[in-house]
């Protein structure tokens, strides 16, 4: 999910070189480890809320 919204593409201005491409997965992997831990970010409540919200 974190690849595809566009975490861990190269810069297009100034960036770190081929080590910042080398590398990148390895951030995207732990940033979503961590997201994991602590339960997501929120999207599934929030989708809820406005799904019950059109309910009403």
Same mark, same amino acid.
């Given at each position: 999910m974190l690849k595809s919204s566009?975490?861990?593409?190269?810069r297009k201005g100034f960036g /770190? !070189?081929?080590?910042?491409?080398?590398?990148a997965t390895f951030l995207v992997r732990a940033?979503?480890?961590e997201m994991a831990k602590? /339960? !997501?970010f929120g999207l599934a409540e929030s989708i809820?809320?406005?799904?019950?919200?059109?309910q009403k």
């Open positions: 566009g975490l861990g593409q190269p /770190g !070189g081929p080590g910042e491409d080398q590398f940033q979503a480890e602590t /339960g !997501g809820f809320q406005s799904l019950m919200a059109r």
